[in-house]
Structures are given as C-alpha cells and as structure tokens.
C-alpha cells in the first residue's frame, strides 16, 4: 500500500517562512500536491505539480508559495512564505488519484 508522510509542519510567527516535505512510500505519481482544511472550513487546494514540473496553485497562494519535485526521490516540497494567521491549518500531502498523507500542522501565530 503506499503511503505518503508528510514533515516540517509546525509553530511559525506572521511573515515566517515554512517548508513542508512529503515522500511517497513508492511510485513516482503523475500528479502530487498539498492541501488544506483549516477548523470549521472545507479542504481547499493549495498546489499541485505533475511530473514535468507543471504547477497550480490556489487563489489565496499569490506568489507566496512555491511546490517543487525530486522525482527520483519521490518527493514534493511546498516552501512557505509570508505567512499569516489564515494559512493556520492541517496541510495534506495529496498524490492522484486518491491518495492521501496524514496531515501535518501548520500554526501561524499573529
């Protein structure tokens, strides 16, 4: 069964910089990505990149993330910047079709 982890979630201050990992257990998917449910709020995407390295980002991400890839490490990185109180949510490692890490914790303290 494979598995994505994801690490490098935690306790920032506003317009701090995080960068989250996630390693598929195996194979390299077409498609991976990250998103996001904060309390109370529906998941909603934040970006995702296919195996050429094309990306999609959400609306609210306006220049201040950035997904990158190691395929041959099958590994994805979301580096965070700017940070505010509303990125405060569980970041979700995502691989298509339907596969899903366990979240990470991202807290933004004001």
């Known amino acids: 069964q494979v598995q994505l982890v994801e690490s490098g979630g935690g306790l920032v201050q506003a317009g701090g910089s995080l960068r989250l990992s996630c390693v598929a257990s195996?194979?390299?998917?077409?498609?991976m990505g990250w998103y996001r449910q904060a309390p109370g709020k529906q998941r909603e995407l934040v970006a995702t990149i296919n195996v050429g390295g094309g990306t999609n980002y959400g609306e609210f991400v306006k220049g201040r993330f950035t997904i990158s890839r190691d395929n041959a490490r099958k590994t994805i990185y979301l580096r965070m910047s700017s940070l505010k109180p509303e990125d405060t949510a569980v970041y979700f490692c995502?691989?298509?079709?339907?596969?899903w890490g366990q979240g990470t914790q991202v807290t933004v303290s004001a």
């Open positions: 195996s194979s390299t998917f077409r498609t």
């Open positions: 995502w691989a298509s079709v339907d596969v």
